[in-house]
């Protein structure tokens, strides 16, 4: 089940929550609704490695464990804030320490996981997790290029 308040408001954030769940097409569609054409594939991506990864490695795929989203649409970016009830991440690990050069590194072909790491880096232009490591945000900067900003409707 999604909730979600509607209707949306502009340059306030909008919340919608979730149970742990990897069938995320409608939950992607309803994320991307304000993201340009030309992003959405991208981004699209990037929404979908961050909430697999807080639906698997967060909730545990408990459907009892909610994940919660909300996000917002400005004149400057677009972002997104992920909240999952599991345990976190254990201190030092590389994904609460700023992301090194040598992070951007993808791991073998043979590896079952830690490709969204790099993913979400590529995708996005601001990657922070809470000091707990059970919230992520995300943002994504508008250009200030008049070819590449998006219309904000």
């Known amino acids: 089940m999604i909730a979600i308040p509607i209707p949306w408001n ?4 909008s919340t919608m929550s979730f149970t742990s769940t990897l069938y995320l097409c409608p939950v992607l569609d309803l994320l991307l609704v304000n993201v340009p054409p030309e992003w959405r594939a991208e981004v699209r991506l990037g929404l979908q490695e961050a909430l697999v990864n807080a639906a698997k490695h967060g ?3 408990d459907p009892s464990k909610t994940i919660i989203v909300r996000f917002t649409v400005t004149e400057r970016e677009y972002s997104w ?3 999952d009830e599991g345990g976190g991440f254990a201190k030092g690990h590389r994904c609460l320490n700023t992301y090194h050069s040598q992070a951007k590194q993808l791991p073998t072909d043979e590896a079952e996981n830690g490709r969204g790491f790099s993913i979400l880096h590529e ?5 922070h997790w809470n000091r ?7 943002s994504k900067a508008v250009s200030n290029s008049k070819e590449k900003q998006p219309s904000i409707c």
């Open 123 to 127: 995708v996005f232009d601001d990657v």
């Open 81 to 83: 804030v992920i909240v």
């Open 59 to 61: 909730n545990k795929l």
């Open 132 to 138: 707990d490591g059970t919230q992520l945000t995300l």
């Open 10 to 13: 502009r340059s306030k954030w």
